[in-house]
């Protein structure tokens, strides 16, 4: 038995060939252009040293302008949960005239150039816009606003929840619901207590897909903003900004404050689901 | 009769299906729809000859020009990165290979404009390597090759993550047969490893070209904005937009949407006809 198992932990020599010329392809690959360039990254931020960094970190531009994208981020993707489930569910469960159609225009936003679909948004959402002019009249101001920005961000992060609910639903048992039925739950009960919490860390994953996204979208979303410093001036925008100031130290800190703050984020998410995969026992 | 009271006792009644089906329908119209037909729409606003003549200018065609030659040199780039990838991960065991196909999927959680800013810091005036470049005569950043390098980080991930779940889920039994039948590595890969693979890479072809003729964030903080030289047809439609020629930044918008209109038609059509030959995706 111990013997078995050491041989198969042995690495056995495989008699497909081209191991060392694809791994080292793909590492150098890898390394040049992603993780020298990072690394470039990582060398500019310790060479400003705490002090500085902290004092580019907590001007008050650079914290309004964080703040207000990861707000944004978090509106946009709590908006995609909510349709986006409710999308799945649609697309899943009901037949209607067009649904392949739908299914395939979901995924758009990944297809449509982001500042194509940004000077979309503006035009639609403007004061004398199709839609903006509508809800001018209701004296909701969207373009130039942070509402703007949720706009943008909603377009581009909507596929995310869709994709990553839609395939969980398709697998659900449906005699699952039919039990819940027979032993008296009402329709209302059975989805939110059994098909609900099933599609819930599919939808937490499609969340933080569509969060990570939105906290880094630069392109849809600077022609709808406005980019009014304190306002509506995202941080990748400030990024963009101070580089043509040739602020590189300031660049340098905004990208290195976006990474840590969603890496954190990311982070607290996956907890998040490992926590509720223990305790409640989801599958992931 | 009896599946047809069970079926009924799992699903809504039908004013609850067609008013999920009309709430989704009206998301749908808002944030997607909408925005698309407002592109086309907006570019014929001054009629077809204003169009032709947007399309047509020589700037538009620099454009044009500039960004499928970045397109033809960092997707074939990145298939051959993907196909490498893939064979290393799926075909072999090494230490530290799920840390290698995180590293893969980097590029997609890291903002475009921090993608691009990289780039200026390691290859930019004020960066290391940039006294040296300068003194050989090689631009990088606000030239073509720094546009080049940042279309492939945002793009590299697209095909590998295509291949690695079909050639995960394939195995490498047929590999095995073909080599110990006494084909040669290269004979194996072509005759037997590629024709199982090729909708697969075709799927990931589609969706890298797509947002590599598409990229804004990255490509916009290395090109610099230089009319008729670095600037692709994205920016091209952000200069057009931002000088308020509104019918021709929509003109040449609506050829970037053309592209994505085809692009999704043509992955639906792969999906329909060949999804055995595809990975089981969520998200993108």
Same mark, same amino acid.
Request: hydrophobic share 55%; net charge positive; charged share 15%.
């Given at each position: 038995?111990?013997?078995?198992?050491?041989?198969?932990?042995?690495?056995?020599?495989?008699?497909?060939?081209?191991?060392?010329?694809?791994?080292?392809?793909?590492?150098?690959?890898?390394?040049?252009?992603?993780?020298?360039?990072?690394?470039?990254?990582?060398?500019?931020?310790?060479?400003?040293?705490?002090?500085?960094?902290?004092?580019?970190?907590?001007?008050?531009?650079?914290?309004?302008?964080?703040?207000?994208?990861?707000?944004?981020?978090?509106?946009?993707?709590?908006?995609?949960?909510?349709?986006? @489930?409710?999308?799945?569910?649609?697309? /899943?469960?009901?037949?209607?005239?067009?649904?392949?159609?739908?299914?395939?225009?979901?995924?758009?936003?990944?297809?449509?150039?982001?500042?194509?679909?940004?000077?979309?948004?503006?035009?639609?959402?403007?004061?004398?816009?199709?839609?903006?002019?509508?809800?001018?009249?209701?004296?909701?101001? /969207?373009?130039?606003?942070?509402?703007?920005?949720? @706009?943008?961000? @909603?377009?581009?992060?909507?596929?995310?929840?869709?994709?990553?609910?839609?395939?969980?639903?398709?697998?659900?048992?449906?005699?699952?619901?039919?039990?819940?039925?027979?032993?008296?739950?009402?329709?209302?009960?059975?989805?939110?207590?059994?098909?609900?919490?099933?599609?819930?860390?599919?939808?937490?994953?499609?969340?933080?897909?569509?969060?990570?996204?939105?906290?880094?979208?630069?392109?849809?979303?600077?022609?709808?903003?406005?980019?009014?410093?304190?306002?509506?001036?995202?941080?990748?925008?400030?990024?963009?900004?101070?580089?043509?100031?040739?602020?590189?130290?300031?660049?340098?800190? /905004?990208?290195?404050?976006?990474?840590?703050?969603?890496?954190?984020?990311?982070?607290?998410?996956?907890?998040?689901?490992?926590?509720?995969?223990?305790?409640?026992?989801?599958?992931? | 009769?009896?599946?047809?009271?069970?079926?009924?006792?799992?699903?809504?009644?039908?004013?609850?299906?067609?008013?999920?089906?009309?709430?989704?329908?009206?998301?749908?119209?808002?944030?997607?729809?909408?925005?698309?037909?407002?592109?086309?729409?907006?570019?014929?606003?001054?009629?077809?000859?204003?169009?032709?003549?947007?399309?047509?200018?020589?700037?538009?065609?620099?454009?044009?020009?500039?960004?499928?030659?970045?397109?033809?040199?960092?997707?074939?780039?990145?298939?051959?990165?993907?196909?490498?990838?893939?064979?290393?991960?799926?075909?072999?065991?090494?230490?530290?290979?799920?840390?290698?196909?995180? *590293?893969?999927?980097?590029?997609?959680?890291?903002?475009?404009?921090?993608?691009?800013?990289?780039?200026?810091?390691?290859? !930019?005036?004020?960066?290391?390597?940039?006294?040296?470049?300068?003194?050989?005569?090689?631009?990088?950043?606000?030239?073509?090759?720094?546009?080049?390098?940042?279309?492939?980080?945002?793009?590299?991930?697209?095909?590998?993550?295509?291949?690695?779940?079909?050639?995960?889920?394939?195995?490498?039994?047929?590999?095995?047969?073909?080599?110990?039948?006494?084909?040669?590595?290269?004979?194996?890969?072509?005759?037997?490893?590629?024709?199982?693979?090729?909708?697969?890479?075709?799927?990931?072809?589609?969706?890298?070209?797509?947002?590599?003729?598409?990229?804004? !964030?990255?490509?916009?903080?290395?090109?610099?904005?230089?009319? !008729?030289?670095?600037?692709?047809?994205? *920016?091209?439609?952000?200069?057009?937009?931002?000088?308020?020629?509104?019918?021709?930044?929509?003109?040449?918008?609506?050829?970037?949407?053309?592209?994505?209109?085809?692009?999704?038609?043509?992955?639906?059509? *792969?999906?329909?006809?060949?999804?055995?030959?595809?990975?089981?995706?969520?998200?993108?």
């Amino acid at each position: 038995m111990a013997a078995k198992g050491l041989r198969l932990r042995t690495p056995k020599r495989s008699i497909i060939p081209g191991f060392s010329l694809s791994l080292g392809f793909t590492i150098a690959y890898l390394g040049l252009i992603v993780l020298i360039p990072l690394g470039a990254l990582v060398l500019k931020s310790a060479g400003l040293g705490w002090q500085e960094f902290w004092q580019l970190a907590l001007d008050e531009r650079t914290l309004s302008a964080l703040r207000l994208s990861f707000v944004t981020a978090l509106a946009a993707a709590l908006v995609n949960v909510v349709f986006g @489930v409710l999308t799945a569910w649609v697309l /899943v469960r009901y037949d209607f005239p067009g649904r392949r159609i739908v299914d395939a225009l979901i995924d758009l936003p990944f297809a449509l150039p982001t500042a194509v679909a940004g000077i979309a948004l503006t035009t639609l959402y403007a004061g004398n816009g199709w839609i903006g002019s509508l809800l001018g009249e209701a004296g909701i101001r /969207v373009s130039f606003t942070p509402l703007g920005i949720v @706009v943008a961000l @909603v377009f581009v992060s909507l596929p995310f929840v869709v994709r990553t609910v839609q395939p969980v639903m398709e697998e659900i048992d449906r005699e699952l619901e039919e039990a819940a039925a027979s032993l008296g739950a009402s329709r209302w009960q059975t989805i939110t207590r059994v098909i609900l919490p099933s599609l819930l860390p599919a939808t937490l994953t499609g969340f933080s897909l569509a969060f990570a996204r939105s906290v880094g979208e630069y392109g849809s979303v600077i022609f709808i903003a406005g980019n009014i410093p304190y306002v509506s001036e995202i941080a990748p925008l400030l990024i963009v900004i101070r580089l043509e100031e040739f602020q590189y130290e300031a660049a340098t800190a /905004v990208a290195v404050l976006i990474l840590v703050i969603s890496f954190l984020a990311l982070l607290a998410i996956n907890l998040l689901q490992a926590w509720g995969r223990r305790r409640l026992g989801f599958g992931a | 009769m009896a599946l047809e009271a069970s079926r009924r006792v799992a699903t809504e009644a039908p004013t609850v299906r067609w008013a999920a089906i009309a709430l989704m329908g009206a998301f749908l119209l808002l944030f997607l729809l909408m925005p698309l037909i407002g592109v086309f729409v907006e570019a014929f606003r001054r009629g077809v000859p204003a169009y032709l003549d947007a399309i047509r200018d020589p700037e538009a065609i620099a454009a044009i020009r500039l960004t499928v030659t970045v397109a033809l040199i960092s997707v074939p780039l990145n298939v051959v990165f993907g196909v490498a990838a893939a064979w290393a991960i799926t075909k072999f065991d090494f230490p530290g290979k799920s840390l290698l196909t995180t *590293l893969i999927d980097l590029p997609f959680s890291i903002s475009p404009v921090i993608a691009g800013l990289v780039y200026v810091l390691l290859y !930019g005036a004020g960066s290391l390597l940039g006294p040296w470049l300068r003194l050989h005569g090689i631009e990088v950043i606000f030239a073509v090759p720094g546009i080049v390098l940042a279309t492939i980080f945002v793009t590299l991930p697209f095909v590998a993550r295509e291949l690695i779940p079909l050639m995960e889920a394939q195995g490498k039994t047929e590999e095995i047969a073909a080599l110990s039948l006494g084909a040669s590595g290269w004979q194996t890969f072509w005759k037997v490893t590629l024709p199982n693979i090729r909708w697969a890479l075709l799927y990931g072809v589609l969706l890298c070209n797509a947002r590599a003729m598409g990229e804004f !964030g990255a490509v916009s903080v290395v090109s610099g904005h230089i009319r !008729g030289q670095t600037n692709t047809t994205p *920016l091209y439609v952000e200069i057009l937009y931002n000088e308020y020629n509104f019918a021709a930044a929509f003109a040449v918008a609506s050829i970037l949407a053309l592209l994505a209109l085809v692009t999704l038609a043509a992955k639906t059509l *792969l999906e329909w006809r060949y999804g055995h030959g595809l990975a089981r995706r969520n998200g993108h």
